[in-house]
């Protein structure tokens, strides 16, 4: 299943695509895709609903609908960084001994087609394509990794833009230069954990202007998402409708040879993630 939120912001219904291709309304089962509705074990509701032909088929008002993020208000963004061998070789780090965590601040989440906006003052934002992970259940202290893709509700694509002057030349953490206005365009929609077989093994791209500037495949991970939600729950108690970003692989401006192409105004972004769909934003200066 693809679940997923169609209209304006913060006017966004639920959605479900079948199997089938057809777009079924949620309304009647649930307000929202959100935490509560993990929490309510809400992906096999939908699924039982979609068994028993219960949904109603989308009007045709939500054709040309904007998409927004797949999931409203995630409690939190936890990120990953460094995450790919390749990316910490063209950004001159050693490859870490565990993973690197950061967060983002949650109201940065935006639709897959919404405009990436460069702060006021960044002469350094950059791209990051990464797989997103949704977790479906509450994850504390859990015991190993081998139980950890248990509590993952879904996966989708994530755009972790990053402005690398706030990030890594103005002290403090890295939190500033990742937490700006439309910082992380997601979706269009959460492909059920059921569907993806392998999180290890799913391609992943980026184009600027229609330049490939990242290909890549999770293979290329250091940490797996199975290894990423054991380790965080050691240290934060992750909760449904909670996102994690889990990386980006190499090409990203910052490890481009001088001068760097940092996003600019007018530049237009593509990413895909093999079987979770596309993404497609215009940048505009904020």
């Known amino acids: 299943m693809q ?3 169609l209209g304006e912001p913060g006017s966004e219904r639920p959605f479900v695509r079948a199997g089938d291709g057809t777009l079924r309304d949620l309304s ?3 307000a929202d895709i959100d935490g509560s509705f993990f929490a309510g074990d809400g992906v096999a509701r939908v699924a ?5 032909g219960e949904l109603p088929e989308a009007g045709a008002e939500f054709a040309r609908a904007r998409t927004g993020a797949p999931i409203a208000r995630p409690g939190k963004v936890v990120c990953i960084g460094l995450n790919y061998r390749q990316h910490a070789e063209e950004s001159g780090a050693e490859v870490p001994a565990e993973p690197v965590v950061f967060m983002k601040a949650p109201d940065v989440v935006v639709g897959p087609e919404d405009d990436v906006l460069v702060p006021r003052g960044s002469a350094k934002t950059d791209w990051e394509v990464e797989l997103g992970v949704v977790i479906g259940k509450t994850a504390r202290y859990l015991e190993s990794a081998e139980e950890a893709l248990e509590y993952v509700a879904g996966y989708t694509v994530s755009n972790d833009v990053s402005e690398r002057e706030f990030q890594l030349e103005r002290g403090g953490t890295w939190d500033k230069g990742k937490s700006c206005e ?3 365009p997601l979706g269009p929609w959460l492909v059920t954990a059921d569907e993806v077989a392998d999180p290890q093994d799913l391609g992943l791209r980026l184009w600027v202007n229609g330049e490939k500037k990242q290909d890549s495949s999770t293979k290329d991970m250091i940490f797996s998402v199975a290894e990423i939600v054991h380790y965080v729950s050691q240290y934060m108690v992750l909760r449904p409708g909670d996102l994690i970003n889990t990386g980006t692989p190499q090409g990203v401006a910052l490890g481009q040879p001088d001068p760097k192409p940092y996003l600019r105004e007018g530049d237009v972004i593509e990413l895909e993630i093999d079987g979770l769909g596309r993404q497609r934003q215009n940048v505009r200066q904020a």
């Not at 039982?48 to 028993?52: I, N, V």
């Open 3 to 5: 679940l997923l939120r």
């Open 28 to 30: 009647a089962l649930t």
């Open 48 to 52: 039982a609903a979609l068994a028993a």
């Open 182 to 184: 439309n910082f992380n």
